[in-house]
């Protein structure tokens, strides 16, 4: 896939230190462009191809998901010469982490209900991704999207920047790890939601049941390292 026109990245949606999100139009739709920065404290070589990584992870794992029926953004284009990706701009979303926020501020027994409902989809979603080996790398509530159409919405996975293929449920475990540790941090009010997830995590088939067992180890392990410092 190559981008030939140069497209017009304006407005900024994220200024991140790795990289720029822009919102465009691209062949007459509504898309972000990605772009990755040149890091100069790298060596020239290794940030190339770091760089080049990195898209190529996305691109890949984006389409590895959409081919086992999970919501991701359509790739439009990469371009490894400019270091950008463009994909389809998902419309009327706001990240999971926003609107956890925005429904535990509001804490009644319907946003309450909400936030379970949220939080079992998204073991369904991740638990399906994990079943066909993709490991996400940064799963945290950020990098979920939840899209709302009239009454209804959708969870959309988004920025697989450190995604690979993998079969082994220690990868897993440690991707659990990583989302767990991002909602204490973030989301410390609904403690429960981590436990509501894991339990359609594992309710998913065999294999995620398996991973939720490997999570006790990881954890111990983290522990262990926490308490080393
Ligand atoms: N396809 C999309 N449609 C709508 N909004 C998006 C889309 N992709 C990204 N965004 C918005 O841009 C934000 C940043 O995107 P993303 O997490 O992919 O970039 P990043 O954090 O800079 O990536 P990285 O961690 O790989 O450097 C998201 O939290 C979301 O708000």
């Known amino acids: 896939m190559d981008v030939d026109a140069e497209p017009k990245p304006d407005p900024l949606i994220k200024q991140g230190a790795e990289g720029r999100v822009y919102r465009i139009q691209f062949l007459g739709k509504d898309a972000v462009l990605k772009e990755r920065f040149v890091k100069t404290y790298r060596?020239?070589?290794?940030?190339?191809r770091l760089t080049k990584e990195r898209i190529r992870a996305e691109a890949k794992s984006i389409v590895r998901c959409k081919n086992a029926g999970i919501c991701t953004?359509?790739?439009?284009?990469?371009?490894?010469?400019?270091?950008?990706?463009?994909?389809?701009?998902?419309?009327?979303?706001?990240?999971?982490?926003?609107?956890?926020?925005?429904?535990?501020?509001?804490?009644?027994?319907?946003?309450?209900?909400?936030?379970?409902?949220?939080?079992?989809?998204?073991?369904?979603?991740?638990g399906k991704m994990h079943?066909?080996?993709?490991?996400?790398?940064?799963?945290?509530?950020?990098?979920?999207?939840?899209?709302?159409i009239d009454n209804c919405w959708k969870l959309f996975l988004i920025d697989f920047g450190l995604s690979y293929t993998k079969s082994s449920d220690e990868d897993k475990a440690v991707d659990l790890y990583v989302l767990e540790r991002a909602l204490l941090s973030k989301h410390s009010d609904v403690s429960?939601?981590?436990?509501?997830?894991?339990?359609?995590?594992?309710?998913?088939?065999?294999?995620?049941?398996?991973v939720v067992k490997k999570l006790s180890e990881v954890r111990s392990r983290g522990r262990k390292r926490t308490m080393v410092g």
């Open 131 to 148: 079943h066909n080996n993709i490991i996400h790398g940064d799963l945290t509530t950020s990098n979920i999207l939840v899209q709302h």
């Open 192 to 210: 429960w939601f981590f436990d509501n997830f894991l339990t359609h995590y594992a309710g998913f088939n065999k294999s995620t049941e398996r």
């Open 43 to 48: 060596h020239p070589e290794l940030d190339a």
């Open 73 to 126: 953004p359509a790739v439009y284009s990469v371009d490894f010469s400019t270091n950008r990706i463009i994909m389809e701009y998902i419309s009327n979303s706001e990240t999971v982490s926003d609107y956890i926020y925005k429904l535990s501020d509001m804490s009644n027994e319907k946003h309450t209900e909400e936030l379970k409902n949220v939080s079992a989809e998204m073991g369904r979603v991740i």
